[in-house]
């Protein structure tokens, strides 16, 4: 039986060079990130910057599946307290996948290294993994491709999995910010590093999603210097299904309300018509 995998990114290793987002690009095949793709003697537009920092990609989307996050911390006029922190961020591989449970298609699969993986010859782009992810981390491509109006996210390198290799972000990242392997490792690890971290003065070092707690347990999760939401990440994100559920009960009961309600001006109505029938 394959071993569950896993990814562990060490916010505190990271230090925003952005080799993981080239590296992504590289071995998917991913377009650039432009506002219009070169074409013969074309260069192609770019973004206008974000003035997020040193973002450039702004967030993960169909052709960005690996986004390096920049944020700049500072309390005083002059700045001289600057705190910098960073992170690398991709699809979270949720033991309790919400983008799989709702795939009408079975088009998202559970691989045999644990991962969520999207075969685009099934999707039919209905978009329901992109409204039940909690992460944001879905999207449908627009290019102009086999792939166009498909859904798209990092598959942990899937191909490079089976031939014994890591994904490419892990494999090229120069500080092993990202690591990659046996989940239950890379969690004993976790938890050394962040007892270091605290000992050394850190005390808002924590690890997010590195237990069952969110989501049954993220197979890509964090080491953070901060809070969860400093990162632009859910402090108690919810699966599809414990959403949908109650939601589609109220709706239920709603309809069955307004039903019995319309019924009954209905018969009051009609007794109404009958009365007067009568006394004419």
Known sequence: MTETMGMF???S????????????????SLPANLAEQP????????YPMTGNSYDNTGAL????WRHVRFIEQSELPDRSDLRWLMMSDGCKHCANASCEQVCPTGAIVRTEFGSTYIQEQVCTGCRDCVAACP???IHISETADHRQGTARKCTFCYDRLQHGLQ???????????IRFGPINELRTYAHQRLAELQHAGELRAILYGA??????????????LDSPATYGLPDNPKAAAQTVIPSSLFSI?????????????????????NAALAES
């Not at 994904?167 to 910010?177: D, E, F, K, L």
């Open 9 to 11: 990114t060490d916010t």
């Open 13 to 28: 290793l990271c230090i925003g060079c952005k080799a993981c987002e080239v590296a992504c690009h590289q071995w998917n």
């Open 39 to 46: 074409y013969a003697n074309n260069p192609g537009l770019t």
């Open 61 to 64: 989307s169909a052709e960005n």
């Open 135 to 137: 992460f944001g981390v």
């Open 167 to 177: 994904p490419a972000c892990a494999q090229t990242c120069p500080t092993s910010a």
């Open 211 to 224: 237990d069952e707690s969110i989501l049954g347990g993220l197979h890509s999760f964090y080491l953070l």
């Open 253 to 273: 009961g709603g309809a069955i309300v307004m039903g019995l309600a319309s019924l009954l001006a209905f018969r009051r109505r009609r007794m109404a018509q």
